[in-house]
């Protein structure tokens, strides 16, 4: 073979191995994106890791360098999203789910997400939308829902928030959180006996959640069932583990006094005075218990001790006058009621009360003017207008 020819042969072998070697533009970026995308999934999976156990300063920074290696992976932003609003960052949250939006306008999460950004920075029209837009992408996201409802309540809706609630609640036939949320819309539609029905529906999907049934207890309380509410607090007594407050004794006692068990009243109202003997609103009900059962002395002492824990408690001047009316204590219970005057005269209640110690005493001119007072500060009251008017005086000068 002639040199020349060897030479070129050369020439054109290490020519071609070389161009063969070389990858091309295309291949070369190609390569960086795969191994850039690889790596961007692997630091998002480690900051999901991280916002599962709440190791928010870690999620932030793995979710923030893989965004930096791949702008489109969406879990990683919205990961991102989720630690700026645990973090309170709610403006940079916004950010970024609107930036996940706009590429993925049919993921009801995103729209969810952002729901809560906005409604957690105080623009609840907006944090609405969002929420009705989730609701409609999804309808069985149910959260969606709740979360629209709580914000119409915000934005003082309660009824447009229990439209909403209906319109979705039968379908909740495994979510308690939706009929407790229903529950407490009715309440503050002042529908009780709707309230405990929803109630009782959340509490049954959640027997074990003690919330749900003081919640049904005091629907049926504030209801009139009262015989049922007292049913609803014994058995939530039973829960293993449960202690009850003081307060859930005070409403056990109410409902008793208001079913009529007077002195199953009284024991539940003691009960509720060990556990907070600070109290005057218990030591009322103390009162209020032992008045109901006849027992004056009791009634005296009990409305005494909520006076000295609050001295201008209205409430248990009132109690207290009554009960040494009753005691036959005619005028201790008259210089109470005209030293408690003073201090509350804006009370028809305490001016009708003192009326009718003086109407026992035998001042039926003096009883007059308290009763015209009465009804100069309501000319609606009933009880002032039959009193001045004369109805009843003279059954009112004998000792009850």
């Known amino acids: 073979m002639n040199k020349w020819m060897l030479t070129i042969l050369v020439v054109a072998i290490f020519s071609g191995g070389c161009q063969s070697l070389r990858p091309l533009p295309e291949a070369k970026k190609e390569a960086y994106d795969r191994w850039h995308q690889t790596r961007a999934q692997m630091l998002c999976n480690v900051a999901g890791e991280h916002l599962k156990v709440g190791q928010l300063p870690e999620a932030m920074d793995k979710a923030r360098q893989a965004v930096a290696l791949d702008p489109n992976l969406t879990a990683a932003r919205t990961i991102l999203a989720k630690v700026y609003i645990e973090r309170g960052l ?53 959260d969606a829902v709740k979360a629209a409802a709580e914000v119409h309540v915000a934005m003082g809706n309660p009824r447009m928030a229990m439209l909403l609630v209906e319109s979705r609640v039968r379908a909740a036939t495994d979510d308690p959180g939706m009929f407790e949320l229903a529950g407490r819309i009715a309440l503050m539609n002042d529908e009780p006996a709707q309230a405990a029905k929803y109630f009782q529906q959340a509490r049954d999907l959640d027997f074990r959640n003690v919330r749900y049934h003081e919640n049904l207890a005091q629907a049926q309380h504030q209801a009139g069932q009262h015989e049922a509410a007292a049913e609803t607090l014994r058995e939530l007594m039973t829960h293993k583990d449960y202690k009850a407050p003081a307060w859930l004794y005070a409403m056990l006692g109410d409902s008793y006094l208001s079913a009529g068990q007077n002195d199953k009243a009284r024991d539940a109202y003691w009960q509720a005075s060990e556990l907070d003997p600070a109290s005057p609103g218990i030591w009322v009900k103390i009162a209020k218990a032992a008045l109901a059962t006849g027992d004056m002395s009791r009634a005296v002492l009990a409305s005494q001790h909520a006076m000295q824990l609050q001295p201008d408690g209205l409430e248990a001047v009132l109690v207290l006058g009554y009960a040494l009316l009753r005691d036959g204590q005619t005028a201790r219970s008259i210089r ?29 001119a003096q009883a007059m003017r308290c009763y015209a007072g009465a009804v100069k500060l309501d000319p609606q009251d009933v009880v002032a207008r039959a009193l001045l008017a004369g109805e009843g005086v003279r059954k009112l000068t004998k000792t009850e």
Not at 97 to 102: C, K, N, P, V, W
Not at 104 to 120: I, M, S
Not at 336 to 363: F, I, K, N, W, Y
């Open 90 to 142: 709610y403006d940079e949250a916004v950010g970024e789910l609107e930036t996940i939006a706009r590429t993925c306008p049919n993921t009801p999460e995103v729209h969810y997400l952002l729901g809560v950004a906005q409604e957690k920075a105080g623009r609840l029209p907006e944090a609405l939308v969002c929420y009705n837009r989730a609701a409609a992408l999804d309808a069985e996201h149910l």
């Open 336 to 364: 109470v009621l005209t030293q408690a005057s003073a201090a509350h005269p804006e009370s028809g209640m305490l001016l009708c009360l003192l009326g009718r110690a003086h109407a026992q005493a035998g001042d039926e």
